[in-house]
């Protein structure tokens, strides 16, 4: 099992920018492929980026690119998701999340997942 607890969620205005974090527990964190997703209210959860085990390789949706940064620390067990430039349509709850096997975008690839922090951004 791996427990992963999400912070650094809030309002802000569009143009501005967050850091979330996930903080991990349970197995070593170094062994899971982290990911972050998203859900905007009345639409189904969405791939945001992943990150490989070492660090090493990313991947990002396209609306994305550019703006948010994902990184992790393996000697502290987190994963960071630092966003710029947000937009209002990057308003959503963000979840963290664990895959064991491979770096995918798919939300049923990642077998662990964490409660979820809301980001929302005002025009």
């Known amino acids: 099992q791996v427990q992963l607890v999400e912070s650094g969620g809030g309002l802000v205005q569009a143009g501005g920018s967050l850091r979330l974090s996930c903080a991990a527990s349970?197995?070593?964190?170094?062994?899971?492929?982290m990911g972050w997703f998203r859900e905007a209210p009345g639409e189904e959860r969405k791939f945001v980026t992943a990150?490989?085990?070492?660090?090493?390789?990313?991947i990002y949706t396209d609306s994305v690119k550019g703006r948010f940064t994902i990184s992790r620390d393996n000697a502290k067990n987190t994963v960071a998701l630092q966003m710029n430039s947000l937009k209002p349509e990057d308003t959503a709850v963000y979840y963290c999340?664990?895959?064991?096997?491979?770096?995918?975008?798919?939300?049923?690839?990642?077998?662990?997942w964490g409660q979820g922090t809301q980001v929302t951004v005002s025009s």
């Open positions: 349970g197995r070593t964190f170094s062994n899971y492929i």
């Open positions: 990150i490989s085990r070492s660090g090493g390789t990313t």
């Open positions: 999340a664990a895959d064991r096997a491979t770096m995918s975008s798919k939300v049923s690839s990642y077998d662990y």
